[in-house]
Nanobody
Framework: QVQLVESGGGLVQAGGSLRLSCVASGRTSSTYNMGWFRQAPGKEREFVAAVPWSSDVTYVAGSVKGRFTISRDNAKNTLYLQMNSLKPEDTAVYYC????????????????WGQGTQVTVSS
């Protein structure tokens, strides 16, 4: 079992920045692939970014590429999402996810989830 706790969400104006954090705890949490998803009201949960536990390769959705950066600190069991140049369409609840399986864009393939943190971008 892995427990995930997100933080860092809030209200920001368009063009602003936020950094989300996700602290993982539990059994060998540093060996899990980790990722960020988001869900806006009335929409399905969508992939944002992911990073394998043992690689520097990152996967980033086209809609946020060049604006969002995912990173992890395995020593601290923490995942980050640096979000710059935020847009109103980035408004959503952001979820941290973890899984032992290879990275997938389908949220149904991830086993562990945090409770989510709200990000609201005003125009």
């Amino acid at each position: 079992q892995v427990q995930l706790v997100e933080s860092g969400g809030g209200l920001v104006q368009a063009g602003g920045s936020l950094r989300l954090s996700c602290v993982a705890s539990g059994r060998t949490s540093s060996t899990y692939n980790m990722g960020w998803f988001r869900q806006a009201p009335g929409k399905e949960r969508e992939f944002v970014a992911a990073v394998p536990w043992s690689s520097d390769v990152t996967y980033v959705a086209g809609s946020v590429k060049g604006r969002f950066t995912i990173s992890r600190d395995n020593a601290k069991n923490t995942l980050y999402l640096q979000m710059n140049s935020l847009k109103p369409e980035d408004t959503a609840v952001y979820y941290c996810a973890a899984d032992l399986k290879p990275v997938r864009y389908d949220s149904n393939r991830w086993d562990y989830w945090g409770q989510g943190t709200q990000v609201t971008v005003s125009s």
